[in-house]
């Protein structure tokens, strides 16, 4: 194989490594972006829940204080 042959491949290789690793850059890139995004997700979600668990023992508290005040009333 002629030098210039081996060269040619060489080139081709460096060139294909070179298109991979691009590749690889924007993939990381995407899901570093994509990481961010569900991080930020779930801290929302997280805060919902905490805010719907919050309401639903306030509403809880409230229903067992009217059943009280009804047994209260039905017992006079």
């Known amino acids: ?3 210039k042959k081996k060269s040619d491949g060489a080139e081709l290789d460096l060139d ?3 298109t ?3 590749n690889l850059i924007r ?5 570093r972006n ?7 997700r779930q801290e929302d979600l997280m805060s919902e829940r905490a805010a719907l668990i919050e309401k639903s023992e306030q509403a809880k508290s409230r229903l067992e204080s009217m059943i ?3 047994k209260s009333m039905e017992s006079k």
């Open 1 to 3: 194989m002629s030098s």
């Open 16 to 18: 294909q490594l070179e």
């Open 20 to 22: 991979r690793v691009d």
């Open 27 to 31: 993939t990381i890139s995407q899901l």
């Open 34 to 40: 994509e990481n961010i995004s569900l991080r930020t």
């Open 68 to 70: 009280g005040r009804l």
